[in-house]
């Protein structure tokens, strides 16, 4: 019987038209992130190879020319899977009815400014977004913040949309968990596909736990720890997690810009996780709303847990055991997400 349903099902599918599209906005959409983000959502890498997609671009009203250009530009890439491009400088316009929403946008760190003066810049711009999402956007909507300090915009928006639950706000720690992968596979001479359940805790800044204490390695078709696997415990707890927090950096020194290949990669692995579910048995690293009961860290904070996904929905994975060493690196950076938000709480009650 489940046979017969399941090829009657497949019929259908064949001969049905394609799905109706859905509506993804992207801010921060004239910037170097966004370029390199914008083809691979539109041409089907995140929502499915049959999913229709009408993108809009949200930047802010100096940014409409450069707006324009890229509007052109996918319209030349001729993807079959987009729609309709909408450039637009409006939140009531952007927010409209959206199924996913990807914040990159925000006030970047000019010469000179202190980090609550960007602080109190973001917090503006993520309590506006947020309260469009609430008024406008799908109570659906899955939201991934980007735009830095990516965790705290994420809490602010969030609070700015009551009426979207908390679980459909995330951020990105994804680039930070893909360079930690990548720094094993590296260390080990396997190509990364091979790495599975490292974890990011925490922030998205130089505070961040990179911890390989729960990941695996196959090396030469055996699943073997990392530890076993890179077998040198002082690169481990040293110049790795070093190298991870630091390699924001790192890139910006060599390439006088920051990352923006890499982050929409990691922006597309997020989501298209987000969308279709995580690998049995693997883990993922997402900034998520802590509800004060995982691993001893205070609630109403957006930190950084492994994370599994299905029918959309994420769960922290709980229960892996934490020596003193993790313990403290956890606690810090939770301290500063703390100090984060006690700060932009005060701009947002202004
Ligand atoms: P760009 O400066 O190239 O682009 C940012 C764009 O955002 C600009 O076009 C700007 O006009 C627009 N913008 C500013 N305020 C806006 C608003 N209120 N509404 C809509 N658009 C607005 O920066 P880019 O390299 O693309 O980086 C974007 C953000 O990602 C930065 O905050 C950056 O720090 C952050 N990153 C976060 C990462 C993460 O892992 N969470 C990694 C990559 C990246 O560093």
Known sequence: MLTLLTSMYMVVRAISPQAEPIRVVVTGAAGQIAYSLLFSIAKGDVFGKDQPIILILLDIP?????LDGVVMELQDCA???????????????????IDAAILVGSMPRKEGMERKDLLKANVAIFKTQGQALDKYAKKTVKVL??????NTNCLIASKSAPSIPKENFSC?????????????????????????????????????????????????GSEVSAYDAVKNDAWLRGDFISTVQLRGAAVIKARKLSSAMSAAKAICDHMRDIWFGTKEGEFISMGVYAAG???????????????????????VVDGLPINDFSRAKMDATAAELVEERDTAMDFLSQ
């Not at 100096?62 to 450069?66: A, C, H, S």
């Not at 913040?145 to 990516?150: E, R």
Request: glycine share 4%; proline share 8%.
């Open 62 to 66: 100096p940014m409409l020319p450069v």
């Open 79 to 97: 993807l079959p899977l987009l729609r309709e491009v909408i450039p637009t400088d409006k939140v009531e316009v952007g927010f409209k009815d």
């Open 145 to 150: 913040v980007v735009g830095n300090p990516a």
């Open 172 to 220: 990105l720690t994804r680039l930070d968990h893909n360079r930690a992968c990548s720094q094993v596979a590296m260390r080990c001479g396997v190509s990364s596909d091979k790495v599975k359940n490292v974890i990011i805790w925490g922030n998205h800044s130089s505070t961040q736990y990179p911890d390989v204490h729960h990941a695996k390695v196959n090396v030469s």
């Open 293 to 315: 009961n995982s691993y001893g860290i205070p609630e109403d904070l957006i930190y950084s847990f492994p994370i599994q996904i299905k029918n959309k929905t994420w769960k």
